[in-house]
C-alpha cells in the first residue's frame, strides 16, 4: 500500500472530523479547481488570511557539516 493510501484510510478511520487531517490533504489542477478557479483563489486568500501567521513557521536546514566544525556560518546564512 502505498503512503497516500495509508494516509487516506487514517484519515477516514480514526480522525476527529473537525481535525485538520480530515480535511483536504491533496490534489491537482483539476480536483482544485472543480468549483472554479475564482473559487480556488478565495479559499487559498480565506486560508492565507484566517491560518498563515509567523508564529507558525518552522525551517528546517539540512547541510553537511564535518564532524567538530562549528554551525556558525551556517546560523549566519540563516539570519
Same mark, same amino acid.
Given at each position: 500500500?502505498?503512503? +497516500?493510501?495509508?494516509? &487516506?484510510?487514517l484519515a477516514?478511520?480514526?480522525?476527529?472530523?473537525?481535525h485538520?487531517c480530515?480535511a483536504f490533504? $491533496?490534489?491537482?489542477k483539476?480536483s &482544485?479547481?472543480?468549483k472554479?478557479?475564482?473559487s480556488?483563489?478565495?479559499? &487559498?486568500k480565506?486560508?492565507f488570511?484566517?491560518?498563515?501567521?509567523?508564529?507558525?513557521?518552522?525551517?528546517? +536546514?539540512?547541510?553537511? +557539516?564535518?564532524n567538530?566544525?562549528? &554551525?556558525s556560518? +551556517?546560523?549566519q $546564512?540563516?539570519?
Amino acid at each position: 500500500m502505498d503512503n +497516500v493510501r495509508a494516509e &487516506l484510510i487514517l484519515a477516514e478511520s480514526i480522525t476527529d472530523k473537525k481535525h485538520p487531517c480530515a480535511a483536504f490533504g $491533496w490534489g491537482n489542477k483539476k480536483s &482544485l479547481t472543480e468549483k472554479g478557479e475564482d473559487s480556488l483563489w478565495q479559499d &487559498l486568500k480565506t486560508f492565507f488570511d484566517t491560518q498563515y501567521s509567523a508564529e507558525r513557521m518552522y525551517i528546517v +536546514v539540512q547541510t553537511m +557539516v564535518p564532524n567538530g566544525k562549528d &554551525l556558525s556560518e +551556517v546560523k549566519q $546564512w540563516v539570519k
